[in-house]
C-alpha cells in the first residue's frame, strides 16, 4: 500500500486538538483508508460507523442513544447522508470525556458544509484529501501520475486501457449517483456535457458569458453549475491576487479539473503519446505541476492564488502564507529562462523568491 504520511500527520493533529474534524474530499480518494490508518494508531477504542449500510443507519436512528456511550475514536463515513447528526455532534463534543473524538468522512457537499459550520462552530476542523501526491508514488513515477491522475484505483490499475475505463466510470458514476445522493436534482447528461466544456477551459479564466452561450443558458446558471462541482472537489477555482498597484487587474478565477487524469478522460486521451499529441498537453501539463507544488509545499485552498494584468504581466501561482509571498511559474520546456513578466511579478508583488518549475532534469538559478 502507498504510504501517505503528510495527510496522516495532518489529521492525526487535527484530533489531538479538536472534538470533531472532517476530512472531505471526492468519492474513491482515500478518505476511509486514511481513517482506517488513523483508527490503527490511536490509543484506545474505535468504533466505525458507514452510513452505507444499512445496518449502521438503523444504529443511527436514536443517534443520541447511541453516540452518547461511546469511547475513544468514532469515525462516521458518508456523513453528507446524515446533515441531521450534525447537532447531536456538537452536544457530545461539549460533553465528557474530553478525549472522545469524532471523525467525519464525506464527499463534500454545500450542505455539508453550511449544517456542520452553523452547528459545530469551534469545535469542528476540516481536512481536504485529494489523490496521490508525486513525493507519496515517487519521482520516477511521474509520468504515470501525470497521465493516470492521483485516484488510488485509477493510478494502481493494471495497464492504462483499466485506468481509463475505470477514470470513465468514475465520471459517470459522479454525475448520474453521487450528486443526486447529495440532493442535486441537475440532469446527470447537462451536468456531464458542462464538465466536459470546462475541460476545453482548463487553466483558462472564467469567461461566464462564453460558456453561457455554448451552453444555451443563462449566466446565472453556468455559475451554480460551476460552483456545484467545485464545492465537490472535482473542478478548482483559483482565485485572482489584487492589490492597489496603480494597474488593471484580472478579477476573474482560473479554472481547473482537480484531477489530471479525470481531465484526460473527459478528452478521452489514452496512452501517453496521445497525451503528448494533444493541443491541450501544455494545460494539462501546469494542472499536474501546480497541483503538485500545492500539495508539496501543504498550501491551504485561501493561501493560493494566480495574478495577471491587463497589460499582459502575470504569475501562475501565488501562494500568500502570513507575511511571506512565493511565485511559481509553470513552464514545460527543458530550458525555461527569464521573462520581463517575472521580473514585473517580482517588483510589483514583493515576492519572497520566484521558482520556474520546468520540464526538464537539471536545477539552476535564472
Known sequence: ???RPRPLKALQGLLAHNPVVALLGPRQVGKTTLAR?????WQGPVTFLDLEDPADLELLREPMLTLRGKRGLVVIDEVQRRVDLFPVLRVLA???????RFLLLGSASPA????SSESLAGRIAYQELGGFALDEVGVEKAPRLWLRGGFPRSFLARSEAASLAWRRDFVRTFVERDLPELGLSIPSATLLRFWSMLAHVHGNLWNAADLARAFGMGEVTVRRYLDLLASTFVVRLLQPW???????QVKSPKVYVQDVGVLHALFGIGPMESLERHPKVGASW???ALQTVVDRIGARPEECFFWATHAGAELDLLVVRGQKRWGFEFKRSETPSA?????TALADLKLDRLEVIHAGARTFPL
Open 112 to 115: 455539508l458544509l453550511r449544517q
Open 339 to 343: 521573462t520581463r513578466s517575472m521580473h
Open 37 to 41: 490508518q488513523v483508527a490503527r494508531g
Open 242 to 248: 489584487h492589490e492597489n498597484l496603480g494597474k488593471r
Open 94 to 100: 461539549d460533553a465528557p470525556p474530553k478525549s472522545r
Open 286 to 288: 501546469e494542472g499536474f
Open 1 to 3: 500500500m502507498i504510504q
